[in-house]
């Protein structure tokens, strides 16, 4: 970055304008955004150290019940719910997986054609949309690949055995591309219901 002469401010076209020359209005909005976001950065460290201190917390607690009851704990800890004495507060910790789906999947797509060609020769195409919509991609061109799974979870007959290989297909093609993992909050209101306490600013 260049450096800026004093009496100077950079524009969005990269020219230096004389203070002078600059209306007030833009000089104090100016300042309130620049502000604005450095408190912001300061608070996203924040609430970094929170989540990461609390969820440390709580792994130890996980580790400490683990040892009361002499149990190895292996691998990832799983998904985990923390309930106060009274039942009125809770604390979840939740791991969810990135997934991608590699190139079996096109092959998958193929037997699947293959059975919807078959299967609607009667005239009935309403499956064939149906399963068409799962394979649809977003504006980023990106096939959902919940929507891929969820074809596994139906049981369907097929004497050539195709729906079937190409259900393998897809549990082959599956590639766990990293995890993330989040810790949520809960409180219980005057009428009994659970609420959650959000830390997305966007929401309060």
Known sequence: MTDIPAGFKQDGKGNLVAFAN???SDLIRDEFVTTAIEH???????L??????????ADAFIELLAQEHDVKLGGKKGNITLRSFDHTLKVTLQ???RIELGPELQLAKDLIDQCLEKWTQNGNHNIQVIVNNVFNTDKEGTINPQRI???RKYEISDDSGKWQKAMDLIA??????????FIRF???????????????????
């Open 22 to 24: 600059i209306k007030q």
């Open 40 to 46: 912001a950065k300061k608070m996203q460290i924040e």
């Open 48 to 57: 970094a150290e929170f989540k990461e201190k609390q969820m440390d917390e």
């Open 95 to 97: 791991n969810q997986e």
């Open 149 to 151: 799974l969820s074809l």
């Open 172 to 181: 082959q093609s599956v590639d766990v591309v990293d995890s993330c993992r």
């Open 186 to 204: 809960y409180e219980t209101d005057d009428t009994g219901k659970e609420q959650a306490i959000s830390l997305d600013i966007a929401k309060l």
